[in-house]
Protein backbone atom coordinates (compact mmCIF):
# COMPACT_ATOMS: atom_id res chain seq x y z
CA UNK A 1 0.00 0.00 0.00
CA UNK A 2 1.06 3.26 -1.17
CA UNK A 3 2.41 5.74 1.86
CA UNK A 4 0.69 9.22 2.09
CA UNK A 5 3.18 12.02 3.30
CA UNK A 6 1.48 14.65 5.67
CA UNK A 7 4.29 17.67 6.00
CA UNK A 8 3.90 19.79 9.16
CA UNK A 9 5.81 22.61 10.28
CA UNK A 10 9.89 22.44 9.89
CA UNK A 11 11.40 19.35 10.32
CA UNK A 12 8.07 17.23 11.06
CA UNK A 13 6.37 15.02 8.58
CA UNK A 14 3.70 12.49 9.54
CA UNK A 15 3.28 8.93 7.37
CA UNK A 16 0.13 6.92 7.07
CA UNK A 17 -0.80 3.88 5.20
CA UNK A 18 -3.48 0.74 6.48
CA UNK A 19 -4.70 3.36 9.87
CA UNK A 20 -1.59 3.60 10.97
CA UNK A 21 0.28 6.61 11.59
CA UNK A 22 4.09 7.19 12.09
CA UNK A 23 5.10 10.47 13.02
CA UNK A 24 8.76 11.93 12.52
CA UNK A 25 10.49 14.51 14.41
CA UNK A 26 7.41 16.49 16.47
CA UNK A 27 9.54 19.40 17.87
CA UNK A 28 9.33 22.95 18.92
CA UNK A 29 8.38 25.15 15.75
CA UNK A 30 5.84 22.24 14.93
CA UNK A 31 2.29 22.13 16.00
CA UNK A 32 1.48 21.13 19.10
CA UNK A 33 -0.67 18.31 18.12
CA UNK A 34 1.82 17.34 15.82
CA UNK A 35 2.18 14.05 17.46
CA UNK A 36 -0.98 13.46 18.27
CA UNK A 37 -2.45 10.32 16.53
CA UNK A 38 0.70 8.82 16.10
CA UNK A 39 1.00 5.01 16.53
CA UNK A 40 4.69 5.75 16.21
CA UNK A 41 7.33 8.66 17.22
CA UNK A 42 10.45 8.41 15.45
CA UNK A 43 13.09 11.34 17.11
CA UNK A 44 16.10 11.74 14.96
CA UNK A 45 18.46 14.16 17.70
CA UNK A 46 18.40 16.26 20.55
CA UNK A 47 17.62 19.43 19.27
CA UNK A 48 14.48 21.55 20.31
CA UNK A 49 13.48 22.18 16.48
CA UNK A 50 13.11 18.32 16.16
CA UNK A 51 12.47 17.41 20.28
CA UNK A 52 9.97 18.63 22.69
CA UNK A 53 8.74 16.61 25.20
CA UNK A 54 5.17 18.41 25.53
CA UNK A 55 4.61 17.08 21.63
CA UNK A 56 5.70 13.34 22.55
CA UNK A 57 3.86 13.73 25.70
CA UNK A 58 0.41 14.75 23.86
CA UNK A 59 1.15 11.88 21.15
CA UNK A 60 1.84 9.02 23.94
CA UNK A 61 -1.39 10.59 26.08
CA UNK A 62 -3.46 10.73 23.27
CA UNK A 63 -2.71 6.96 22.41
CA UNK A 64 -1.26 4.77 25.07
CA UNK A 65 -0.22 2.27 22.50
CA UNK A 66 1.99 4.72 21.52
CA UNK A 67 6.02 4.36 21.85
CA UNK A 68 9.29 5.95 20.65
CA UNK A 69 12.27 5.04 18.76
CA UNK A 70 14.82 7.51 19.16
CA UNK A 71 18.79 7.60 20.03
CA UNK A 72 19.96 7.59 23.72
CA UNK A 73 20.44 11.04 24.00
CA UNK A 74 17.00 12.03 23.54
CA UNK A 75 15.56 8.58 25.40
CA UNK A 76 17.39 9.40 28.38
CA UNK A 77 15.45 12.54 28.48
CA UNK A 78 12.00 10.95 28.51
CA UNK A 79 12.44 7.41 28.92
CA UNK A 80 11.62 7.24 33.08
CA UNK A 81 8.21 9.31 31.84
CA UNK A 82 7.11 6.74 29.93
CA UNK A 83 8.45 3.17 30.81
CA UNK A 84 8.25 0.44 28.26
CA UNK A 85 7.55 3.01 25.74
CA UNK A 86 10.69 4.51 24.50
CA UNK A 87 13.31 2.13 22.36
CA UNK A 88 17.10 3.34 22.09
CA UNK A 89 18.08 3.01 18.52
CA UNK A 90 21.51 3.78 16.13
CA UNK A 91 23.37 2.97 13.21
CA UNK A 92 22.71 -0.23 11.63
CA UNK A 93 19.19 -1.01 13.30
CA UNK A 94 16.32 -2.06 12.14
CA UNK A 95 12.83 -2.51 13.25
CA UNK A 96 9.21 -2.17 12.63
CA UNK A 97 7.06 0.15 14.19
CA UNK A 98 3.38 0.34 13.48
CA UNK A 99 3.40 -1.41 10.54
CA UNK A 100 6.50 0.01 9.13
CA UNK A 101 9.59 -0.80 8.64
CA UNK A 102 12.36 1.48 9.43
CA UNK A 103 16.23 0.88 8.82
CA UNK A 104 18.55 3.52 10.82
CA UNK A 105 21.39 5.65 9.49
CA UNK A 106 24.09 7.91 10.67
CA UNK A 107 25.73 9.05 13.86
CA UNK A 108 26.58 12.94 14.05
CA UNK A 109 24.84 16.07 13.83
CA UNK A 110 26.41 17.97 10.77
CA UNK A 111 28.98 20.40 11.75
CA UNK A 112 27.84 23.39 12.58
CA UNK A 113 31.04 25.55 13.55
CA UNK A 114 34.39 23.95 14.41
CA UNK A 115 34.07 25.64 17.81
CA UNK A 116 30.68 23.75 18.37
CA UNK A 117 30.66 20.37 20.01
CA UNK A 118 28.63 17.69 17.31
CA UNK A 119 26.20 15.54 19.17
CA UNK A 120 24.55 12.78 17.77
CA UNK A 121 21.57 11.96 14.85
CA UNK A 122 20.18 9.56 13.50
CA UNK A 123 17.83 9.07 10.38
CA UNK A 124 15.51 6.90 9.56
CA UNK A 125 14.54 5.29 6.32
CA UNK A 126 10.54 3.79 6.28
CA UNK A 127 9.67 0.80 4.31
CA UNK A 128 13.10 1.33 1.80
CA UNK A 129 11.41 4.25 0.42
CA UNK A 130 11.13 7.07 2.07
CA UNK A 131 14.20 8.98 4.19
CA UNK A 132 14.37 11.67 7.01
CA UNK A 133 18.18 12.46 7.62
CA UNK A 134 17.74 14.78 10.68
CA UNK A 135 20.42 17.49 11.02
CA UNK A 136 22.69 15.42 8.72
CA UNK A 137 23.79 14.98 4.99
CA UNK A 138 23.88 11.42 5.70
CA UNK A 139 23.67 9.06 2.77
CA UNK A 140 21.79 4.95 3.35
CA UNK A 141 23.50 2.21 1.15
CA UNK A 142 20.62 1.76 -0.96
CA UNK A 143 18.31 3.78 -3.47
CA UNK A 144 15.98 6.14 -1.95
CA UNK A 145 12.80 6.93 -3.58
CA UNK A 146 11.67 9.90 -1.50
CA UNK A 147 14.28 12.55 0.20
CA UNK A 148 13.01 14.01 2.65
CA UNK A 149 15.37 17.14 2.21
CA UNK A 150 17.06 19.10 4.94
CA UNK A 151 16.89 22.21 2.71
CA UNK A 152 17.50 25.27 4.78
CA UNK A 153 20.25 25.18 8.11
CA UNK A 154 22.52 27.19 10.13
CA UNK A 155 24.81 24.50 9.16
CA UNK A 156 24.30 24.28 5.40
CA UNK A 157 24.70 26.45 2.37
CA UNK A 158 22.85 25.88 -1.05
CA UNK A 159 25.75 24.14 -2.99
CA UNK A 160 25.92 21.09 0.22
CA UNK A 161 21.98 20.52 -0.46
CA UNK A 162 22.45 20.33 -4.18
CA UNK A 163 25.42 17.75 -3.52
CA UNK A 164 23.00 15.83 -1.49
CA UNK A 165 20.25 15.17 -3.60
CA UNK A 166 22.93 13.97 -6.25
CA UNK A 167 24.29 12.12 -4.07
CA UNK A 168 21.56 10.39 -2.48
CA UNK A 169 19.86 10.35 -5.61
CA UNK A 170 16.15 9.75 -5.23
CA UNK A 171 13.47 10.02 -7.86
CA UNK A 172 12.15 12.89 -5.65
CA UNK A 173 13.25 15.22 -2.91
CA UNK A 174 10.87 17.03 -0.77
CA UNK A 175 11.84 20.20 1.65
CA UNK A 176 11.52 19.86 5.24
CA UNK A 177 13.92 21.77 7.52
CA UNK A 178 12.30 25.22 5.80
CA UNK A 179 10.84 27.18 9.07
CA UNK A 180 13.47 29.81 8.94
CA UNK A 181 12.94 30.23 4.81
CA UNK A 182 11.62 33.55 4.12
CA UNK A 183 9.05 33.16 1.20
CA UNK A 184 11.32 35.85 -0.70
CA UNK A 185 14.16 33.28 -0.61
CA UNK A 186 11.99 30.26 -2.05
CA UNK A 187 11.63 30.69 -5.49
CA UNK A 188 15.48 30.39 -5.42
CA UNK A 189 15.82 27.24 -3.79
CA UNK A 190 13.46 25.90 -5.52
CA UNK A 191 14.89 26.82 -8.97
CA UNK A 192 18.49 25.56 -7.97
CA UNK A 193 17.65 22.50 -6.46
CA UNK A 194 15.43 21.90 -8.72
CA UNK A 195 17.36 22.52 -11.78
CA UNK A 196 20.58 21.41 -10.54
CA UNK A 197 20.16 18.67 -8.00
CA UNK A 198 19.09 15.50 -10.63
CA UNK A 199 15.69 14.74 -8.84
CA UNK A 200 11.88 15.93 -9.32
CA UNK A 201 12.54 18.66 -6.37
CA UNK A 202 8.74 19.91 -4.57
CA UNK A 203 7.76 21.40 -1.46
CA UNK A 204 4.42 21.10 0.45
CA UNK A 205 2.95 23.70 2.90
CA UNK A 206 2.37 22.60 6.77
CA UNK A 207 -1.10 20.64 6.81
CA UNK A 208 -0.68 19.54 2.98
CA UNK A 209 -0.35 15.90 1.93
CA UNK A 210 0.53 13.77 -1.37
CA UNK A 211 0.74 10.27 -1.98
CA UNK A 212 4.27 8.70 -2.42
Same mark, same amino acid.
Given at each position: ?21 ? *? =? ?15 ? =? ?24 ? &? $?????? *? ?28 ? *? ?6 ? $? ?8 ? =? ?34 ? =?? &? *? ?25 ? $????? $? ?19
Amino acid at each position: MSLKLTKKTHACVQLSKDGRTL *V =IDPGTFSESDAAVGADA =ILVTHEHLDHFNEERLRAGLEANPAA &E $IWTLRS *VAEKVSAAFPGRVHTVGHGDAFSAAGFDIQ *VYGELHAV $IHPDIPRITN =IGFLVDGSVFHPGDALTVPDRAVDTLMLPVMAPWSK =IS &E *VIDYVREVGPRRAIDIHDALLTDLARP $IYDSQ $IGGLGGAEHGRLSPGDSTQL
